[in-house]
């Protein structure tokens, strides 16, 4: 089976093309479109620009991924259609639906986590079997971070969850972009966060920052009150030290480590009391070098047993790869939906 996909949920451009033989998969293309440049200036996503741009993006991608998969005969296609933007939902639905249609096939809804989620099993070669694949990873805990969403999420087997929290205002990634905005490093925050962090050596103990809930009973998160104190805290400061390296460096640092330590905690605390095999990864935030790592040895340390998965970095952040498995997946629990059915659903949930 060959399944393309469309992903136009935030503000990248994505399509790509999953070839499934003998439980065995192979990514013929996978193309991203970003449209970075036009929201930085703004610092933030603007969903009828993005929406825009989609439109003028998806006939250059489409073509881009048939041409680098060798235009192999299309089986099915799979759409993103919540959450996210809906203007922009709608944007790739309707291509997607179009599409679909001039080429005879059925087309599958996907939502966007589930998508994020699954993005883990892109970095093996082969599909375990699509009704239990791969047996021994469950139940699990995932986390899914990134610009929008910020979830604890248990997952007994593929279409089975249970969302234990999330946050009640910021998600992770909107909060490395505000913070990166209040200090004029431009957009997407994450990324550049996280180099200015990496240049830090002697970490000054004057920067200190909360841990929102950190130790509340909850699995929810809230990372809004910890952008105003980095908004504080800049206000308080001289012109010349504002600008100065050493100051940014520290702050990355120190909101990068108050990020890290909240989702670090809650995702154990998590994976402890539903006893889970293991603790899986997904969204932008996950292509995080330092967060990757910190999670790494912190399972090692105090939950030796537990498989921990993060997706290639690659497949973190958003791309139409993550989309294609969830649509072969899909496919075979929900079977042929008529396309007026296919609707774009802001709020999505899992
Ligand atoms: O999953 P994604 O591509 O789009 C959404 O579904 O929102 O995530 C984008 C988010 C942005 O907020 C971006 O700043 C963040 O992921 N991000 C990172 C890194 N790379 C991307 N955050 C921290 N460290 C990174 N290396
Ligand atoms: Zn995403």
């Not at 993005?50 to 073509?63: D, F, M, S, T, Y």
């Not at 120190?254 to 899986?280: F, G």
């Not at 997706?311 to 958003?318: A, I």
Request: charged share 20%.
């Amino acid at each position: 089976m060959i399944v393309l996909a469309i992903e136009t949920s935030c503000d990248d451009t994505c399509a790509a093309i999953l070839k499934i033989q003998s439980l065995r998969f192979k990514i013929l293309s996978n193309v991203v479109s970003s449209q970075v440049k036009i929201h930085k200036k703004y610092g933030g996503v603007y969903p009828f620009l993005a929406k825009r741009e989609h439109q003028k993006n998806l006939p250059i991608v489409l073509k881009k991924t048939l041409t680098e998969a060798k235009n192999p005969k299309i089986d099915l296609i799979a759409v993103t259609v919540g959450p996210g933007l809906e203007p922009c939902l709608w944007t790739g639905i309707n291509f997607a639906k179009d599409l679909a249609k001039k080429l005879g096939v059925p087309i599958i809804p996907v939502n966007h986590i589930e998508a994020h989620i699954l993005a883990n099993w892109l970095n093996s070669a082969i599909i375990h079997n699509h009704k239990v694949f791969s047996k021994s990873v469950f139940p699990a805990i995932c986390l899914i971070i990134s610009g929008g969403h910020t979830q604890l999420i248990l997952m007994k087997n593929f279409g089975q969850y249970k969302v234990l929290g999330e946050t009640r205002d910021d998600a992770a990634g909107e909060c490395f972009d505000k913070v990166a905005r209040i200090l004029g490093l431009g957009y997407p925050g994450g990324p550049i966060i996280a180099k200015e962090a990496a240049k830090v050596t002697d970490r000054s103990p004057m920067i200190n920052f909360p841990r929102p809930m950190i130790y509340q009973k909850n699995y929810d998160f809230s990372f809004s009150g910890l952008k105003t104190a980095v908004l504080y805290n800049f206000k308080n400061q001289p012109e010349k030290i504002k600008k100065s390296k050493k100051y940014i460096q520290e702050v990355s640092a120190e909101v990068q480590q108050a990020i890290i330590d909240v989702l670090i905690r809650k995702t154990l605390k998590a994976a402890k009391n539903y006893k889970t095999r293991s603790i899986i990864l997904g969204g932008g935030v996950a292509a995080n070098n330092e967060l990757r790592k910190q999670f790494k040895q912190k399972i090692q340390k105090d939950l030796p047993n537990i498989q921990y998965l993060t997706p290639s970095v690659q497949f973190c952040t958003d791309n139409a790869a993550m989309v294609a498995l969830g649509g072969y997946f899909r496919w075979f629990k929900a079977g042929r939906l008529k396309p007026e059915k296919i609707k774009a659903n802001a709020n999505l949930r899992l």
